[in-house]
């Protein structure tokens, strides 16, 4: 995606910083470069260490102590600059050792011939002994159209907090759906991150994120949390997300998003762009992400439940011109898959599944996902002016 499409959702990162083949720059590399690889040291946060905290608390002025809004009690407290300014400095202090820098090589197939690229990203330490969390668009993207051709990645460098060494770093297993992966260098001893607990995260909560956009390593922006549970769509993938207003830019993918305490709450992954459009940055729910680290570090990737179906959702206007019924159509069936073995064919339409009513594709993988393979799920379908009750045995998506 282009940065000048209205309201375009984009990949937060890939900042090119390659200097080859400026003849294929702007005709070629633009165009793409901003939607496929993410960046950003993302490191810091703005409230307290404890001891800090607990100064705050402590010394707060009040300002407004009852003011009657709708029959709600509000109080507005002020702190210091001053107090702010510590926290923010010994909150990034505590955070900056466990975040990376990440460089991607890659190569470019295009009209114009073969040519390299690069562009950075990062990650956060997830253990001591060298497993890194970041992005899988960060480390595992392709792009292409009738001018060019982009390979994933050829070589990953690690970089870490005040250390030069350059480490070479192999991917772990990566995850298209949750647009998460795992990188790992050869390296012991390392500060890993504490993670906080995403489901408390509130509208309002303080929230900074430090990166690398733009190619400015160690750049810190402030703000809030916009919004929780937010459900957005990108690229053909439905994710919800935390929202915040701290600026996050191309070169901040991977990287985190963190509280008053110093623990990770997300990582900054997408941004709204577009004209007139400002502060409008998403993160993952860090919470959401630990079972699929854990898997990506055993496996290699994420083992889950499978149906084995194609299919289309119907609303009530489509379901009365075809004389069927509100539900999921099913275009194709995967041969011995799932679907198949409990007897659903194509032009079925499933109308419940375990014991929910559906009426999109997506609503059917939320509820598949909150169970194990080899779990036996009731499906009711539509077919041929009759209701049937089928079970279906998740099997291990392929």
Do not use: W
């Not at 107090?83 to 466990?98: E, F, H, M, N, R």
């Not at 647009?179 to 408390?200: M, P, R, W």
């Not at 900074?208 to 919004?227: E, F, Q, V």
């Not at 379901?319 to 659903?344: C, M, P």
Request: hydrophobic letters at 35%; aromatic letters at 6%.
């Amino acid at each position: 995606m282009e940065e000048n499409n209205d309201n375009a959702f984009k990949s937060v990162g890939f900042y090119n910083n390659n200097n080859k083949n400026k003849g294929l720059g702007k005709t070629v590399f633009v165009s793409f470069l901003s939607g496929i690889v993410g960046a950003g040291l993302v490191i810091g946060t703005c409230f307290g260490i404890p001891e800090i905290k607990e100064k705050i608390v402590g010394e707060q002025k009040v300002v407004k102590e009852e003011t009657t809004q709708t029959s709600t009690q509000v109080n507005a407290t002020a702190v210091s600059l001053t107090q702010y300014s510590d926290t923010a400095i010994g909150v990034a202090a505590k955070v900056l050792p466990s975040i990376v820098g990440i460089e991607i090589e890659y190569s470019v197939n295009s009209i114009f011939g073969k040519s390299t690229g690069s562009a950075t990203g990062s990650g956060i330490i997830i253990s001591e002994d060298g497993y890194i969390l970041t992005n899988n668009h960060v480390v595992n993207s392709t792009s292409s159209n009738s001018y060019y051709q982009v390979s994933t990645a050829g070589a990953i460098k690690v970089k870490l907090y005040n250390d030069e060494t350059v480490y070479d770093a192999k991917i772990v297993g990566t995850d298209d759906q949750t647009d998460l992966a795992v990188i790992k260098i050869d390296k012991t001893g390392l500060t890993a991150a504490e993670f906080g607990n995403s489901d408390n995260v509130v509208v309002g909560e303080f929230a900074m994120a430090i990166g690398n956009p733009l190619g400015l390593s160690t750049s810190a922006t402030c703000g809030i949390i916009s919004a929780v549970n937010r459900e957005i769509t990108a690229e053909n993938k439905k994710y919800t997300v935390i929202q915040t207003d701290a600026a996050i830019n191309s070169g901040n993918s991977g990287g985190a998003l963190v509280n008053s305490k110093g623990q990770v709450i997300g990582i900054n992954t997408l941004k709204l762009s577009g004209e007139g459009v400002e502060g409008i940055g998403f993160a993952i729910p860090i919470s959401s992400t630990t079972e699929i680290s854990k898997q990506l570090i055993e496996h290699n990737k994420v083992i889950r439940p499978y149906v084995g179906i194609e299919g289309m959702g119907i609303n009530k206007e489509t379901a009365e011109r075809y004389k069927l019924v509100e539900g999921v159509y099913i275009k194709t069936v995967e041969d011995f898959g799932s679907a198949q073995k409990a007897g659903i064919k194509p032009g079925d339409v499933i109308t419940e599944f375990d014991g929910k009513v559906v009426k999109t594709v997506e609503e059917i993988t939320e509820l598949k996902n909150k169970h194990n393979i080899g779990d036996t799920i009731k499906v009711k379908i539509y077919r041929n002016g009759e209701y049937k009750e089928l079970d279906l045995v998740l099997g291990e998506q392929p």
